[in-house]
């Protein structure tokens, strides 16, 4: 189960944030973000320091890779879309965390399954533009389909290429793309 179980929860947890996101008021979403920040880094503590954890242990099993910081993902996941909150104000944060969502946890499934074509590292071609589709499709009934497929495909080549932690840096990106662009985000 590992990799894909581990995508499925990062994608969940993308749609799941931006939910939430969406439906609080920018001081709530804030302090929302910042809860789960420290609640990550108290799991990740007790997880370090060998605690077993019923439940939550063997979840952790199975969605961590082996030999890393646990939760490292998540608290770079909430880091980021704390600093986009601050920043870039909600709606901007809940499209960052539906694209980080969906192209790192499509991007990877695809490029394991079908990648033929390595463009850096462990990086597919195949799974990249997989990724980056998946992306633009969701991201239409947020923004312009015109911004939807410029902030898709300018996420998916800072998740190939960048050297920095793609759960901080692809939701950057977005934000600041979608800031430069000018774009009006469409909530329901």
């Not at 019923?54 to 879309?81: F, H, N, T």
């Not at 990249?128 to 992306?135: I, Y």
């Not at 080549?157 to 932690?165: I, K, T």
């Amino acid at each position: 189960m590992g990799e894909t179980f581990r995508q499925v929860v990062h994608l969940l947890m993308g749609l799941l944030g931006a939910a939430v996101i969406l439906r609080l008021d920018d001081q709530e979403a804030l302090v929302f973000v910042s809860a789960v920040l420290v609640v990550l880094f108290l799991l990740c503590d007790a997880f370090t320091r060998g605690y077993d954890l019923p439940v939550l242990s063997g979840v952790m099993d199975e969605a961590e890779r082996r030999g890393k910081v646990p939760l490292k993902g998540g608290i770079a996941y909430a880091i980021g879309a704390l600093f986009c909150l601050a920043v870039f104000g909600r709606e901007y944060t809940a499209v960052g965390l539906v694209t980080l969502g969906l192209l790192d946890s499509v991007s990877t499934i695809a490029g394991l399954r079908f990648g033929r074509h390595t463009i850096r590292g462990s990086k597919s071609l195949e799974g990249t533009l997989t990724g980056a589709v998946a992306a633009a499709l969701a991201l239409i009934f947020l923004v312009p389909w015109w911004a939807a497929v410029v902030v898709a495909g300018v996420a998916g080549v800072v998740e190939a290429y960048s050297p920095l932690d793609d759960n901080v840096a692809i939701q950057v990106a977005v934000c600041l793309t979608l800031a430069l662009m000018g774009v009006v985000v469409t909530v329901f």
